[in-house]
């Protein structure tokens, strides 16, 4: 059974930083292309980023230069270091696999909530 | 990128049909998605590729897309349909992933 578990969620100040983990059980996430999406208070869902499974990433025009996206094959985990963090950030992040055909998201975490704020 | 248009809210009454569109420019060309999510719960896909449905999703779910929108479709709709649903696409140009802005059906 494909289970995402994201970590690492928190209240940050404007500015900082933090790093968000997803474990992932039931697949190898080096073998998949894996993304963040987030969803701030009361809105709707944003794309963030991807890692492909050659290793390839790109990024939401708003947090690229902040955020850095990454994966651990020993440990089979997904991260997302955020940087300068600003106010507008603050949301739910989830972790999500893309499917095999690299289209849409197939399997999502329950999400970490990330509230940046003085 | 792409900019998906979904109507904010669809209310519908139980055993009828729920149509949500998503507009884009020239969206038919290209291949949409659907997720529900519930209040609490993270999304998950209920049409894949225009019209595919996912095991486990109820065949009352449907999905089209042509021209300048994408339709999904939840015919004899049920309390627990209640939900926001999301259109969302990869757009080859950018390499990137555009979700709909989501619509919220109510079941009166």
């Known amino acids: 059974e494909v289970q995402l578990v994201e970590s690492g969620g928190g209240l940050i100040q404007p500015g900082g930083s933090l790093r968000l983990s997803c474990a992932a059980s039931?697949?190898?996430?080096?073998?998949?292309?894996m993304s963040w999406v987030r969803q701030a208070p009361g809105q709707g869902l944003e794309w963030v980023s991807v890692?492909?499974?050659?290793?390839?990433?790109n990024y939401a025009d708003s947090v690229r230069g902040r955020f850095t996206i990454s994966r651990d094959t020993f440990k089979n985990t997904l991260s997302l270091q955020m940087d300068s963090l600003r106010a507008e950030d603050t949301a739910v992040y989830y972790c999500?696999?893309?499917?095999?055909?690299?289209?849409?998201?197939?399997?999502w975490g329950q999400g970490t909530l990330v509230t940046v704020s003085s | 990128s792409s900019v998906l248009t979904q109507p904010p809210s669809v209310s519908v009454a139980p055993g009828k049909t729920a149509t949500i569109t998503c507009g884009g420019n020239?969206?038919?060309?290209?291949?949409v998605h659907w997720y529900q999510q519930k209040p609490g719960q993270a999304p998950v896909v209920v049409i894949y590729?225009?019209?595919d449905r996912p095991s486990g999703i109820p065949e009352r779910f449907s999905g089209s897309n042509s021209g300048n929108t994408a339709t999904l479709t939840i015919n004899r709709v049920e309390a627990g349909d209640e939900a926001d649903y999301y259109c969302?696409?990869?757009?080859?140009?950018?390499?990137?992933?555009?979700f709909g802005s989501g619509t919220k059906v109510t079941v009166l």
């Open positions: 969302q696409v990869w757009e080859s140009s950018s390499d990137q992933y555009v």
């Open positions: 890692i492909k499974s050659g290793g390839g990433t």
């Open positions: 039931g697949f190898i996430v080096s073998t998949n292309y």
């Open positions: 999500a696999r893309v499917d095999y055909s690299n289209s849409f998201f197939d399997s």
């Open positions: 590729y225009d019209k």
């Open positions: 020239n969206i038919g060309a290209k291949s």
